[in-house]
């Protein structure tokens, strides 16, 4: 038995016989051309035809995997409309007087070395989107038609990484697992396989040999594990193992549409965290209260160089308010700073960045920028059940400036007949010490108050929660911080108003108790807990 070693990206046990995804493979020559504006016309007709493909692949896996999780061709439409990838291709084939194709893979290595290095990039991580792409062309510039994946059994597949859009033709019935060499654990192709929900484990490198075609193997999606041939012993242990898996979904999918109520009949909300618009098919999946937290700071991130418009935004608050319902949505505006960082605003020379420039603060100082979110927040508030949450709150000087802002904002769109939701809640993060000693007062100005637990521990302990060297004393459940927020519970519901905590704290089962207890209304935590913390609060006495 050989054991391989990976990612994890979507669990569960797949048992059978490996085989190798076959990409087919195309020789990208270069030739010189006599008229390159008519090789930039080719360029630009297969972009074209590219993207109405992408459309087309967007509208069908919207009702396979959700139309939040199709978002991503979506994505890879950007690229399509990237000047500085369409120019890149165009420069070579002016200046060089180089064929279209040749002009393609090299625009793209090039695209990817210079945008995949930045954090803020939307490239970054999501290099096999730019690839896809790419590959589409291609195969568009020479008239070949769709690849299909053509199986005849059901397989565990092996590759040396997968695009977005051959992992979105998977069908689930004949592909039992997915192993690559390569592949980031955020990548577009990751998000289709946890939403497949097909076991996989990426990431293996070259120790994922050819000569294993066609033997017996197991994934094990919870370790990020290969099993090769496996022994009796192993193979045992794997089927129990996933057997066991098996038993605690069906547990955990009945409690779909329950209620979270303790047995002595105390009840809390339990809403979801989220960072992305793909992130909303999980959402729905695993029937949470609503978004407790829209982490929007990720769409200044995805970005690139530019801000985010108002037009690109209000499409992202808007499908998620069309995809909750009735259920709400709470926007927290931009959290830029720290250990969040966008190209697209650029923050250097600060010694604590962690206490530095970010949140409201720099919503505050770019007061354009922080109008053309309100704005489109404040329009896709028209279509569903939305809150709007201010972040790294200190003062009650921030929050008046901010509902000021709000104000300006509100009455632009009242002046242009827009419609928008005149009595959208307002809320803040209690994410310092500071708020925690005016929560009172907060509270008498805000409709509701959320208690981000990371940021307040470190804080409150005066501890980095990213430094390994004092990890020993990092204490997230430090009696200071748990008596912090009993002092905001007390004060927030002696004003009629609700508290909710959406840090990690949040999904800590040994603090549930607790937290109902204090009498915390709202739980927040990743979709993927949503339904264990459920089940431990409907077994509470």
């Given at each position: 038995m050989i054991t391989l070693t990976g990612k994890k990206i979507s669990e569960g046990i797949a048992i059978g016989r490996l085989a190798f995804y076959k990409r087919g493979k195309r020789e990208i020559r270069r030739i010189y051309v006599e008229d390159a504006k008519k090789e930039i016309l080719r360029f630009q007709k297969a972009c074209e035809k590219a993207s109405l493909e992408l459309q087309e692949l967007y509208e069908t896996m919207s009702k396979e995997i959700g139309e939040a999780n199709a978002a991503m061709f979506e994505m890879q439409q950007m690229v399509l409309e990237d000047s500085e990838f369409l120019n890149g291709v165009m420069r070579i084939i002016m200046e060089q007087k180089l064929n279209a194709e040749y002009a393609v893979k090299e625009a793209t290595n090039r695209f990817i070395e210079k945008y995949a290095p930045r954090d803020a990039s939307y490239v970054r991580g999501h290099e096999a989107d730019v690839k896809d792409v790419a590959a589409r062309i291609l195969r568009i510039l020479a008239r070949i038609r769709k690849e299909k994946m053509l199986m005849d059994e059901p397989f565990i597949m092996a590759a040396r990484d997968l695009y977005p859009s051959e992992a979105a033709q998977l069908e689930q019935s004949k592909v039992?697992?997915?192993?690559?060499?390569?592949?980031?654990?955020?990548?577009?192709?990751?998000?289709?396989?946890?939403?497949?929900?097909?076991?996989?484990v990426i990431g293996i490198g070259e120790a994922l040999k050819k000569q294993y075609e066609g033997k017996m193997v197991i994934v094990d999606g919870f370790e990020g594990k290969l099993y090769i041939e496996p022994d009796q012993t192993t193979l045992a242990k794997m089927q129990e193992k996933k057997r066991s898996a098996l038993r605690k979904i069906?547990?955990?999918?009945?409690?779909?549409?329950?209620?979270?109520v303790t047995q002595s009949g105390q009840k809390i909300d339990v809403c979801a965290n989220i960072g992305t618009k793909e992130d909303i098919e999980s959402v729905l999946r695993n029937d949470a209260n609503g978004i407790g937290l829209f982490r929007s700071e990720f769409i200044y991130m995805e970005s690139g160089l530019r801000f985010p418009t108002e037009e690109q935004q209000f499409q992202i608050y808007k499908l998620a308010a069309e995809a909750m319902g009735t259920k709400r949505v709470v926007i927290r505006t931009t959290d830029i700073g720290g250990d969040k960082s966008a190209d697209c605003l650029e923050i250097t020379g600060e010694n604590n960045p962690a206490m530095g420039y970010r949140g409201i603060r720099v919503s505050l100082d770019k007061e354009e920028m922080f109008k053309v979110q309100l704005r489109a927040i404040l329009r896709?508030?028209?279509?569903?059940?939305?809150?709007?949450?201010?972040?790294?709150?200190?003062?009650?000087?921030?929050v008046i400036a901010a509902k000021n802002v709000l104000a300006k904002v509100k009455q632009e769109l009242r002046d242009e007949k827009i419609l928008f939701d005149e009595a959208v809640p307002i809320g803040v993060m209690i994410e310092t010490p500071a708020a925690v000693m005016i929560s009172g007062e907060l509270a008498r100005e805000m409709d509701f108050l959320s208690i981000g637990t990371n940021d307040l521990t470190q804080f409150t302990l005066a501890m980095d929660r990213t430094n390994r060297r004092i990890s020993g004393y990092y204490n997230p459940k430090h009696p200071a911080l748990i008596k912090m927020i009993r002092i905001v519970a007390n004060n927030v519901h002696l004003e009629g108003k609700r508290i909710s905590i959406c840090g990690d704290l949040a999904a800590d089962l040994s603090m549930t108790e607790q937290f109902i207890n204090m009498g915390i209304d709202e739980l927040s935590v990743a979709p993927s807990q949503i339904l264990p913390l459920r089940k431990h609060i409907r077994e509470l006495k």
């Open positions: 039992l697992g997915i192993v690559t060499m390569y592949g980031s654990i955020n990548s577009h192709t990751a998000t289709i396989a946890r939403t497949k929900e097909i076991p996989s069906e547990t955990l999918e009945r409690l779909k549409g329950k209620e979270n896709a508030s028209a279509f569903g059940n939305f809150a709007i949450m201010f972040p790294m709150i200190s003062s009650m000087e921030e």
